[in-house]
Every structure is written in C-alpha cells, then in structure tokens.
Nanobody
Framework: QSQLMESGGGSVQPGGSLRLSCAASGFTLDHFAVGWFRQVSDKGREVVATIAGTEGDTYYTDSVQGRFTIARDNAKNSVYLQMSSLKPEDTAVYYC?????????????????WGQGTQVVVSS
C-alpha cells in the first residue's frame, strides 16, 4: 500500500524553526514530484513548496521564499520542509503530496498521494 506520512509539526514561537518530514512507504519517492501544501480552517489547501521528480527544480510561494527549503533525502525515501523565521501566519495544517510526473504542479488536484497532515502553530 502506497502511503505518505508527515511528521515534525508542533508549536513554536515567532522567529523559530521546524523541520517537517514526509516519508513514503510502498513506493520510491525520488522520481515523484512532491509538494508541500497547507490549510487553515475551512480554506482551501495552498501550495507552499514543490520539488520536481527529475531535475529537482524547486518552487516556493512568495510568502515563504527565503525562509523555507524543500529537499529530498533519497536514502530515507523522504522529502523535508525546513521552515525558518516562522511567522504566526504560517500556522496551518501542513500536508505533503506526491505524484508521478516530471514536473511539480501547484494545484492539489495534480497530486495523487497525500499524507494525513501535521499541525504547525506559530504563536507567542
């Protein structure tokens, strides 16, 4: 069974850092496009960062550019999201998603596999 599982969420003060992990089981993640999305309450999921499956091209939404980094660890069949200089507006449930595609899309519908989500709270 193909699954994704996120971990690493939690509560942190503004300016702090967290590293989210997305581990795959049942398939090899290194050739899949992977995206990190976040969702606040009943709003739709928005893309945070993506990494392509072949060239490894990355994308960051404007609000996290320069603060977040997406990277692969193929040895651990995982993708990480390093988040620094966190702000209260980064508070959300974060999801990782994967799909078999050469490039990484920015819309949730473009992804086939999803994790269960991990909560991030940034508050003083």
């Amino acid at each position: 069974q193909s699954q994704l599982m996120e971990s690493g969420g939690g509560s942190v003060q503004p300016g702090g850092s967290l590293r989210l992990s997305c581990a795959a089981s049942g398939f090899t993640l290194d050739h899949f496009a992977v995206g990190w999305f976040r969702q606040v309450s009943d709003k739709g999921r928005e893309v945070v960062a993506t990494i392509a499956g072949t060239e490894g091209d990355t994308y960051y939404t404007d609000s996290v550019q320069g603060r977040f980094t997406i990277a692969r660890d193929n040895a651990k069949n995982s993708v990480y999201l390093q988040m620094s200089s966190l702000k209260p507006e980064d508070t959300a449930v974060y999801y990782c998603a994967a799909t078999w595609a050469p490039s990484a899309g920015r819309l949730p519908d473009e992804y086939r596999y999803w994790g269960q989500g991990t909560q991030v709270v940034v508050s003083s």
